[in-house]
């Protein structure tokens, strides 16, 4: 198995509360993703790193920020937590972009009351 | 903007069937195709990866087939098990900067 953590694993949050999600990688690829998971929308991608320092938005962008200051660590932030965000969200990483597979981490479920 | 869809949405198949899972895209110019499981609880887990000049992909009892003209994939899996219960789900990446686009993802019961 690839190895990329997520913590926390599980979080409970009140609205209003600034949130960060970590990403940790073992394998020193250069791509890493930020996706989540909701019932009836599947996976859609929030945002995504080419390299460090380097981002771009996915689908559902908004309310989220990312930042990647080292290659093995990619943090999704929820500035101000809303119920909406309430999900599963799982990271990601491939080698070398859209050409390779993506190696999925175990999730981390967030609960926004 | 491309559509990823994965009909049905849940099976349920007594153990040692052969079955077929079905994905369909909206936009043929794609980079590749790729199946992905995933088990109740957990993250996914990559199966088969299909590049576009690929009609098809084998691993053990899993057969993918790619068809970009009509848009189509299937998952082929052979002499299905219990263990084989899980959702697959179907992701495209396509020309555009988008890099994975998935469908919802099709629930497998296999009955022992």
């Known amino acids: 198995d690839a190895g990329i953590t997520q913590s926390p694993r599980h979080k409970v949050t009140e609205t209003g509360t600034p949130v960060t999600l970590r990403c940790h990688q073992t394998?020193?690829?250069?791509?890493m993703y930020w996706y989540r998971q909701d019932p009836g929308h599947g996976l859609r991608l929030i945002h995504y790193?080419?390299?460090?320092?380097?981002?771009d938005k996915g689908e559902v962008s908004d309310g989220y920020s990312v930042s990647r200051s080292k290659t093995e660590d990619f943090l999704l932030t929820l500035e101000s937590a809303t119920s909406s965000q309430t999900s599963v969200y799982f990271c990601?990483?491939?080698?070398?972009?859209?050409?390779?597979?993506?190696?999925f981490g175990p999730g981390t479920r967030l609960l926004v009351l | 903007k491309q559509e990823v869809t994965q009909i049905p949405a849940a099976l349920s198949v007594p153990e040692g069937e052969n079955l077929v899972l079905n994905c369909s895209f909206t936009?043929?110019?794609?980079?590749?195709l790729q199946w992905f499981r995933q088990d109740p609880g957990k993250g996914l887990t990559s199966l088969l990866l299909?590049?576009?000049?690929?009609r098809e992909q084998t691993s053990g009892r899993l057969n993918a087939s790619l068809d970009k003209s009509s848009g189509r994939s299937t998952l082929y899996i052979a002499a299905s098990q219990p263990g084989d219960s899980a959702t697959y789900l179907c992701?495209?990446?396509?020309?555009?900067?988008?890099?994975?686009?998935f469908g919802k993802g099709t629930r497998l019961s296999v009955i022992a």
């Open positions: 990601a990483i491939s080698e070398s972009g859209r050409v390779e597979t993506q190696y």
């Open positions: 394998e020193n690829h250069r791509y």
């Open positions: 790193s080419y390299g460090v320092k380097d981002t």
């Open positions: 936009d043929s110019a794609i980079y590749n």
């Open positions: 299909i590049q576009s000049s690929q």
């Open positions: 992701a495209v990446v396509s020309s555009g900067n988008t890099p994975l686009v």
